[in-house]
């Protein structure tokens, strides 16, 4: 399992992790920041729990790229 935290109302809108993991990150037209795609929202933190191990090394670069260090991704 993978799980993707997105700390979103810090997002500074780069795109960087929409370009490294489309199928996980969209920027949202409304505010310019970054969508974590299917994910659940607590206190500001959305999060993302997907089976799909595959996704781990995209999402694990967006977490390097991102210039704000919001995007945290473990895998279990
Ligand atoms: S890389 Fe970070 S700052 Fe840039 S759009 Fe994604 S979440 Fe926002």
Redesign the pocket.
């Known amino acids: 399992m993978v799980i993707i935290t997105?700390?979103?109302n810090?997002?500074?809108?780069?795109?960087?992790?929409?370009e490294?993991a489309p199928s996980q990150?969209q920027?949202s037209k409304k505010d310019g920041?970054?969508v974590?795609l299917h994910s659940e929202e607590k206190k500001g933190f959305f999060t993302l729990k997907s089976r799909d191990d595959t996704i781990f090394d995209s999402c694990d670069e967006?977490k390097k790229?991102?210039?704000?260090?919001?995007?945290e991704v473990k895998q279990r």
């Open positions: 997105l700390q979103r810090k997002c500074i809108g780069c795109n960087y992790c929409v490294l990150f920027m920041k970054s974590l967006a790229a991102c210039p704000v260090k919001i995007i």
